[in-house]
């Protein structure tokens, strides 16, 4: 009995991991940390920069319909030893989201993903330098291109660091 308690345990949170931010919040689950708290210790020493940049990795604002976007987040350790941070499950510590005029998610990087409930730990070493990034082919949640008009991409911190590995940037689709 304690198996299938613990199995369907599992089952459950990785079903909830693979919902929409809507659903998680209806089913309770929130993200990692609260952006309000101070960031660990562990984050302090982690520079970010943010970029948006066309299929040529040339870093750009305005964007034909149809182009691939790409965004990236730079984090670089700036101290002189390893740096660990953690995220609630397997997926990547950042995810990216297009949001249009009003404000409105378009389009997530996690949209689609299916994640196990493990704690992950992501470690930067002294000096080193980390890219993520996704790329976006203008379709909206609902399959259909994106209209011309100023979007903003922004890189929302998944882990214990709060808001440190964040990122954000406005670009026109015409």
């Not at 009995?1 to 998680?24: E, F, N, P, Q, Y």
Request: net charge negative; proline share 7%; with cysteine.
């Amino acid at each position: 009995m304690r198996t299938t308690s613990a199995l369907a345990s599992a089952l459950c949170s990785i079903i909830v991991a693979g919902c929409s931010d809507s659903d998680r919040a209806a089913l309770g689950v929130t993200e990692p940390a609260d952006p309000d708290e101070p960031a660990p210790e562990e984050c302090e020493a982690l520079q970010v920069s943010f970029a948006i940049t066309d299929r040529f990795q040339q870093p750009v604002g305005i964007f034909l319909p149809g182009e691939p976007i790409t965004f990236e987040l730079h984090v670089t350790n700036t101290s002189n030893e390893a740096r660990s941070v953690t995220s609630p499950d397997s997926c990547p510590p950042v995810r990216f989201e297009v949001l249009d005029a009003f404000d409105q998610v378009v389009w997530s990087s996690a949209d689609g993903l299916f994640c196990a409930q493990v704690v992950t730990t992501f470690t930067f070493d002294p000096a080193d330098m980390e890219t993520f990034r996704a790329t976006w082919d203008q379709r909206r949640r609902n399959g259909t291109l994106a209209p011309v008009g100023q979007y903003t991409a922004r890189a929302v911190d998944r882990t214990a660091c709060g808001t440190t590995l964040s990122g954000s940037g406005s670009f026109l689709l015409r």
